[in-house]
């Protein structure tokens, strides 16, 4: 069991369904966002990181992990959000906001889960952001 809040995102570096139960009110609504990684462009990003000396990732304890939601992040997926209200806007620049998300969280405390993700032999599906509010 995770307990993560407005300040963590939730990774999920294996394809496995995941429940979350919130307490969520119309005072206080739950708002998320479902990212799908791309392994060719996971890859690819890796490739262009290489062995920077600024990557050096922790390493992941499982296959789910929580950490900081990182005010770049936070930025990024506001500007996904926003692109995704205008088709256009959403198929020319979501693809690049969303490399930037994985840029962030590959540098990040989850970076090592998420660079794991990267391999050829993991079976993630590319499919387009999800917004769920409840």
């Not at 069991?1 to 307490?23: A, I, Q, S, W």
């Not at 995704?84 to 962030?104: N, T, V």
């Amino acid at each position: 069991m995770f307990r993560y809040d407005t300040n963590e995102y939730l990774l999920l570096t294996v394809p496995l369904p995941f429940e979350c139960e919130t307490f969520a009110t119309e005072a206080v609504p739950l708002a998320g966002i479902r990212v799908n990684v791309d392994i060719l462009q996971l890859q690819e990003l890796l490739m262009d990181i290489g062995e920077d000396e600024l990557f050096q990732p922790s390493m992941a304890a499982s296959g789910i992990n929580s950490a900081t939601l990182s005010d770049e992040i936070l930025c990024a997926v506001e500007r996904l959000l926003d692109v995704m209200e205008r088709p256009l806007d959403a198929r020319i620049l979501g693809k690049q906001i969303i490399r930037e998300i994985l840029y962030h969280v590959l540098l990040g405390p989850g970076g090592r889960g998420a660079a794991g993700a990267g391999e050829p032999s993991d079976a993630l599906q590319p499919d387009q952001p999800r917004v769920e509010t409840h």
